[in-house]
């Protein structure tokens, strides 16, 4: 849990132009945590609700995509559904980013909900 707070304070512009817009139930109504311990991983975003993880990837990911693949299957193994965005689409593209976000946890909701 600390290393989640340490994380909070050091977030990257597209982390916080997207929390802006998920935080206090914004979207869809659903609760969204930021730095959130899913064991053994800490993603960006949860809604543990509907056991959606969102991650946001910048260019350090380039080289880590084999990594960033089986933290995605491990987090699945665990229930989530993963959505993945890059910095600059959340910078360049946020309303697709929201859209496809909504969409994910609709079809979620009937699951879970």
């Known amino acids: 849990r600390r290393r989640a707070r340490s994380l909070r304070k050091s977030s990257t512009d597209a982390e916080r132009v997207l929390w802006t817009h998920l935080r206090r139930r914004s979207l869809a109504g ?5 730095q959130h311990p899913v064991p053994p991983f800490i ?10 993880a969102i991650e946001i990837d910048g260019s350090q990911h ?7 693949e089986w933290r995605t299957q491990q987090l699945a193994k665990n229930g989530y559904r993963v959505l993945r965005f890059w910095n ?19 079809n979620l909701e009937k699951r879970w909900g």
């Open 30 to 34: 659903l609760r969204f945590r930021r």
């Open 43 to 52: 993603v960006d975003f949860a809604c543990p609700q509907i056991r959606l």
């Open 62 to 68: 380039d080289a880590d995509q084999a990594k960033d």
């Open 88 to 106: 600059s689409d959340v910078i360049e593209d946020l309303d697709a980013v929201l859209e496809t976000i909504r969409r994910t946890a609709a």
